[in-house]
């Protein structure tokens, strides 16, 4: 049986994530080749490119005019000869600089006005002079780094200087063309990389790096290009598929993978015909505190619209109407203080709980939650699965203590600055990284560091990065949403703790998605979130039954 494209894949309907603008083009290929969705090394796509040309009986060459004919075909459909009075190919060495060569030469067969800045280097990689050699007569060629770069008005700049091969910081001629095109705010395509960033490691903070516009990567994203650090210099990227070796990809140890739509779409099982409510569980809300019944209400709108059985609310007394009146479908259990919770009812009819949203930080609220952390250990049997999440985090990094009571695989899910009060400030997003690594192993849990590529660290020390999402959603009440969506999936006793963070993390971001289509993103709020839940685990349902 074939595999089709399913309907959300258009790109009309999606703005963000790039990786799912070249799913459209290739969905067989990507659920046939890459169902891991695995972000490899540096080192390991130096493998992969030997393996693919071995594997397939290529030449080098042959896979650099792939490479090359992907990009120039992304560069085609995205503007016309007539809109770029120039195209400036800038070479470096290496065969980055030889994907350039290739590329320059292909534009100018397009007949786009190609001009190429080379590089001087002491040596040239064999592919790069390959490309030189057959560069047409009709291109103007020149030398770059010590001379300023001339740069036409509303110009391309393709940057082809390095890539992946990249392994220190560029210096002398390459730093000072990399400063030219940054202070002129060039429109600049990186090939595979921007020139100057490590694909996949740390480097001083002052490192010349070329600010792209766009990147269009070959075969997998890059470490790089999911970090919050890198933003300025990624731009919006595309990964551009040129028939990788799928058998060395599905082989290869990743410890970094990224949850796109065909990710996502096997983690969502059908509702049974004869489901009863019984069937997708009892959740039990511990949220809301005077002031912030908004955050409960929610959390409890989002986990009921993520298909939980029964949902249970706890919140403080002055929140009981407020619930019991915006939210009829929810059971509500009053606690005996009237401004913050005080008490954990009994655990016993629940199968998921979710504690934070608008909880303010009492010490009986956290008394509250050592309860909740000892009880849900001792449930016989398995433990009881725990969602934590705003002050039931601000809680933990004030008694560090009682992280060593955290039940296996509980999940939290804090924003940089939560996470920094559960552990230490991180020097930069790689070091953040590591920290999120090693507390996720720690601890046996899950921790999904919010924001912009939402990062889900496993017990297992795997670290998934989220593709949808946009900035809209950073608005007060996303989190809250996100705390619902990941209670109710939990309680869901058909799914792994792991399918269920995944799938939540990946469904909260298509449905912010889908809200700013249809708000834009300034005026995206929380609830519009939740209005949307419903129709992304339908598209993952749909996907699934192609
Ligand atoms: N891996 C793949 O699947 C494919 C890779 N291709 C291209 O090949 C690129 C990788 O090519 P290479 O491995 O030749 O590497 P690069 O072209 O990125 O750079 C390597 C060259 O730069 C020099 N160099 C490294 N660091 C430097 C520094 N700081 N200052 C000055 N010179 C420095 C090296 O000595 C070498 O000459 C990829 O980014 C991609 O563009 C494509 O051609 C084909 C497919
Ligand atoms: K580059």
Do not use: V, W
């Given at each position: 049986m074939g595999l089709h494209c399913p309907a959300f894949y258009d790109e009309a309907v999606i703005r963000r994530p790039p990786v799912l603008c070249t799913l459209k083009k290739y969905p067989t290929l990507f659920f046939i080749l890459f169902p891991a969705m695995k972000i490899l090394t540096a080192a390991q796509i130096r493998q992969l490119d030997y393996a693919t040309v071995s594997e397939q009986g290529l030449s080098s060459v042959e896979l650099m005019e792939r490479a090359a004919t992907a990009f120039t075909k992304w560069l085609r459909r995205r503007w016309s000869t007539s809109q770029v009075p120039e195209v400036l190919v800038l070479a470096g060495p290496g065969n980055n600089g030889g994907d350039g060569l290739a590329i320059a030469r292909l534009l100018y067969q397009d007949g786009y006005p190609v001009r190429v800045g080379l590089l001087p280097a002491a040596s040239y990689s064999a592919d790069y002079l390959h490309n030189r050699a057959h560069l047409p007569k009709g291109v103007p060629v020149h030398e770059i780094g010590a001379t300023p770069l001339e740069l036409k008005p509303n110009g391309l700049v393709v940057d082809a200087l390095f890539g992946t091969g990249l392994s220190r910081p560029l210096a002398e001629e390459a730093a000072a063309v990399v400063a030219q095109l940054n202070e002129a705010r060039a429109r600049v395509v990186a090939v595979d990389l921007p020139s100057g960033l490590l694909a996949d490691s740390p480097q001083p903070a002052d490192s010349p790096i070329v600010q792209a516009s766009y990147t269009v990567s070959f075969g997998l994203p890059k470490l790089a290009f999911f970090l919050p650090q890198h933003a300025a210099f990624v731009g919006e990227w595309h990964v551009e598929d040129i028939g990788l070796s799928a058998a060395f990809i599905a082989d290869a140890e990743a410890s970094w993978f990224f949850t796109d739509a065909s990710a996502a779409q096997g983690l969502l099982p059908a509702r049974p015909p004869y489901a009863h409510k019984g069937t997708f569980g009892h959740a039990l809300l511990l949220a809301g505190s005077r002031g912030k019944i908004g955050a409960a209400l929610l959390a409890t709108q989002a986990c009921l619209r993520t298909g939980v059985g029964l949902l249970t609310v706890r919140v403080p007394g002055c929140g009981y109407e407020i619930l019991q009146t915006a939210a009829p479908e929810a059971m509500c259990l009053a606690d005996a203080h009237p401004d913050y919770l005080s008490e954990l009812p009994d655990?016993?009819?629940?199968?998921a709980v979710g504690m934070g949203p608008g909880l303010g930080q009492q010490p009986a609220s956290r008394g509250v939650l050592q309860q909740l952390l000892e009880e849900a250990a001792n449930?016989?049997?398995?433990?009881l699965p725990l969602v934590l999440d705003a002050d039931a985090l601000n809680l933990l990094g004030q008694h560090r203590e009682l992280l060593a009571q955290l039940p296996p695989d509980t999940v939290l899910t804090p924003h940089p600055k939560e996470f920094e009060r559960l552990t230490e400030r991180a020097r930069d997003d790689y070091h953040r990284l590591e920290l999120l690594q090693a507390f996720a192993r720690e601890h046996r849990c899950y921790v999904v560091l919010k924001g912009a590529y939402s990062c889900l660290a496993t017990p297992q020390g795997e670290l998934h990065f989220n593709c949808t999402g946009n900035p809209g959603m950073a608005t007060g009440g996303s989190g809250d949403v996100l705390t619902g969506l990941l209670t109710a999936l939990r309680a869901d006793v058909r799914l792994t703790a792991f399918a269920a963070v995944q799938l939540g993390v990946y469904a909260h971001g298509r449905a912010g998605d889908l809200a700013a289509q249809e708000s834009g993103e300034p005026g995206l709020i929380a609830s519009d979130i939740i209005r949307y839940i419903g129709p992304a685990l339908r598209e993952l349902t749909a996907a699934r039954e192609f």
């Open positions: 655990l016993s009819p629940y199968q449930t016989s049997g398995q433990p």
